[in-house]
C-alpha cells in the first residue's frame, strides 16, 4: 500500500527550514561584534563573510528553481540539510577568516535550497484557498524567525556566552526539519508552464530590467540596517537586537495581514510609499538615539515590509510570461545585491570611524558617529528608489498590461479567479509558481 502524503507534516517542517534560514540571519548580525573582536577581523572582512550568505542563497535558489520539476524537492531539501549542517558545524569551528568564508557560504546555499524546495512543494501539496492561507503562513517565519533569534542573541550575549554557543542554536530547527521531512513522501512536482527560453525572451522586456535595477536596491534598503544592526548601533543607547526583534516582527505581523491591504491598493504606489517610508526610518535612525530609536524602527519596519513581496508580485502581474524562472532571478538580483553591498558598507563604517576619531572623537563617541554616518550613506538607496518609481513606474500604463490572471478597474490591480487555486493577490501568486521567498 502507497504511503499517502502528510501535507501538513510537509508544511511544518519547512517552517522549521525557513526558522533555520532566518536564525543564521539574525544570530549572525547578533554575533558580529564579538566575531570581529575574537578573530581580529575587520568591518570590510566581516562585511566579506556577511556577503557568502547573501552569495549562496541566490545561487543554489536559482539553480533549485530551475531543476525543481526534474528533481523534486526532497533531494533538493537534502543536500539543504547537508549544507546547513556541514556550514554550521564549520561555523562554529572555524579559527580563519577563510574557513568562515567557507562555512558562510554553505549556510547561505542550504537558505537557498530551502527557499527552492518548499515554496513549490507547498504549492504542489495544496490547493485554493488553503494554499493561500499556507504560503502566508510560511513566509510569515522568516521574519517571525528572526525575531526569536534575535531575542535568543541577545539573551545569550546579555548573559557573557561565547558566539559559537549561539551558532549550536542554529542547528536546533536544523535537526528538526530533518526528523521531520525523514521517510515522507513528496508531492510530484506540476509541470512547468513555459520554457526557459521563453521567459528569458520576455526578461528582456525594459519594465523587467528596471524593476531589477530597483530589485537590487530594494533589497539592500532591507539588508542592510539589519545585518549590519549590530556595530552600527551598539553605542546608540538602545538595544540593536531588540530594535532588529521589533522591526521583523512588525514585518511579520503586516505580511501576515497584507492580502486584503495589498489586493485594494495600487502596487506601484505601494512601493513608492514604502520607498519614502524607508527613507525616513533610515534617517531618523541615523540622527536618533536611545528611545527615540524605537519609533524611528517603527518607521522603517513600515518602509520595508512590503519592498519584496511587492516587487514579486509586479512582475507576476505584469510581465508573466516571466514565469517562475523570471521571479527567481528577480529574487536572486536582490540577493546579489546584498551580497555585494555588504563590504561596501563595512568600508563605510571603517571610513567613518577613521573620519570620526580625526575629529577628536574616541570610544563610544567614534563608534556612535560612524555609525550613523554610515546609516546616512544608505539613504542613498532609498533615495534613488523614490525618483525611479516616480519617474519609472509613475509613467506606467496599467491598462497595458498584459495578464490572463488580473485586470484592471481605474487604477486597481484585481486579481481573477484561477480554477483551483482560489483569488489572491500577485504576491500569493508570485509564491505558487516560484521558489523565492518575499524576505
Known amino acids: 500500500m502507497t504511503q499517502p502524503i502528510n501535507a501538513n507534516r510537509l508544511f511544518l517542517a519547512s517552517c522549521f527550514a525557513?526558522?533555520?534560514?532566518a536564525f543564521s540571519f539574525s544570530i549572525r548580525a547578533g554575533i558580529l561584534t564579538q566575531l570581529g573582536t575574537e578573530l581580529s577581523l575587520d568591518p570590510v572582512q566581516l562585511g566579506t563573510?556577511?556577503?557568502m550568505w547573501f552569495l549562496g542563497f541566490p545561487i543554489s535558489m536559482i539553480l533549485g528553481g530551475i531543476f525543481y520539476a526534474k528533481i523534486g524537492p526532497k533531494l533538493i531539501m537534502q543536500v539543504a540539510f547537508v549544507a546547513h549542517a556541514i556550514g554550521i558545524l564549520t561555523t562554529i569551528y572555524a579559527s580563519s577568516y577563510n574557513v568562515l568564508l567557507v562555512?558562510?557560504?554553505?549556510?547561505?546555499?542550504?537558505?537557498?535550497?530551502?527557499?527552492?524546495?518548499?515554496?513549490?512543494?507547498?504549492?504542489?501539496?495544496?490547493?485554493g484557498n488553503e494554499f493561500s492561507s499556507k504560503m502566508n503562513r510560511f513566509?510569515?517565519?522568516?521574519p517571525g524567525g528572526i525575531v526569536l533569534g534575535s531575542l535568543i542573541s541577545k539573551f545569550m550575549t546579555d548573559a557573557s556566552l561565547p558566539w559559537q554557543a549561539q551558532i549550536w542554536v542554529i542547528l536546533v530547527p536544523t535537526v528538526i526539519y530533518a526528523i521531520m521531512f525523514w521517510g515522507q513522501i513528496f508531492p510530484q512536482p506540476k509541470a512547468e508552464a513555459s520554457s526557459p527560453v521563453a521567459n528569458f525572451k520576455a526578461m528582456l522586456n525594459p519594465l523587467y530590467l528596471f524593476m531589477a535595477a530597483c530589485m537590487a536596491l530594494t533589497a539592500i534598503s532591507e539588508f542592510g540596517p539589519q545585518q549590519w544592526v549590530g556595530p552600527i548601533l551598539a553605542k546608540?543607547?538602545?538595544?540593536?537586537?531588540?530594535i532588529l526583534a521589533l522591526v521583523t516582527g512588525l514585518m511579520a505581523v503586516g505580511r501576515y495581514f497584507a492580502g486584503p491591504l495589498i489586493h485594494k491598493l495600487n502596487t506601484v504606489g505601494v512601493l513608492l510609499g514604502s520607498a519614502v517610508f524607508a527613507g525616513i526610518g533610515i534617517y531618523m535612525l541615523s540622527t536618533m538615539s536611545g528611545a527615540a530609536l524605537y519609533v524611528a524602527a517603527v518607521v522603517y519596519a513600515l518602509g520595508i515590509c512590503y519592498f519584496w513581496p511587492n516587487m514579486l508580485g509586479f512582475i507576476a502581474e505584469s510581465l508573466p510570461q516571466t514565469g517562475a524562472l523570471g521571479l527567481?532571478?528577480?529574487?536572486?538580483?536582490?540577493?546579489?545585491?546584498?551580497?555585494m553591498f555588504q563590504p561596501v558598507i563595512g568600508g563605510w563604517i571603517q571610513q567613518n570611524k577613521t573620519v570620526a576619531e580625526a575629529s577628536g572623537l574616541v570610544g563610544d563617541a567614534a563608534d556612535l558617529a560612524a555609525g550613523q554616518a554610515t546609516l546616512s550613506n544608505m539613504l542613498l538607496f532609498p533615495a534613488i528608489l523614490?525618483?525611479?518609481?516616480?519617474?519609472?513606474?509613475?509613467?506606467?500604463?496599467?491598462?497595458?498590461?498584459?495578464?490572463?490572471?488580473?485586470?484592471?478597474?481605474?487604477d486597481k490591480i484585481v486579481t481573477k479567479v484561477e480554477p483551483n487555486?482560489?483569488?489572491?493577490?500577485?504576491?500569493?501568486?508570485?509564491?505558487?509558481?516560484?521558489?523565492v521567498t518575499p524576505c
Open 18 to 21: 525557513l526558522i533555520t534560514t
Open 49 to 51: 563573510i556577511n556577503s
Open 103 to 127: 562555512s558562510t557560504l554553505l549556510i547561505g546555499i542550504g537558505n537557498g535550497c530551502t527557499e527552492a524546495a518548499c515554496n513549490p512543494m507547498i504549492a504542489d501539496a495544496y490547493t
Open 139 to 142: 513566509h510569515m517565519w522568516f
Open 236 to 242: 546608540a543607547g538602545a538595544s540593536p537586537m531588540l
Open 328 to 339: 527567481s532571478i528577480m529574487g536572486g538580483i536582490g540577493m546579489f545585491s546584498s551580497s
Open 386 to 410: 523614490i525618483v525611479a518609481f516616480i519617474q519609472g513606474l509613475g509613467k506606467v500604463d496599467l491598462s497595458q498590461l498584459e495578464n490572463p490572471w488580473i485586470e484592471v478597474v481605474g
Open 421 to 435: 487555486l482560489g483569488s489572491f493577490t500577485g504576491y500569493e501568486r508570485s509564491n505558487q509558481i516560484s521558489g
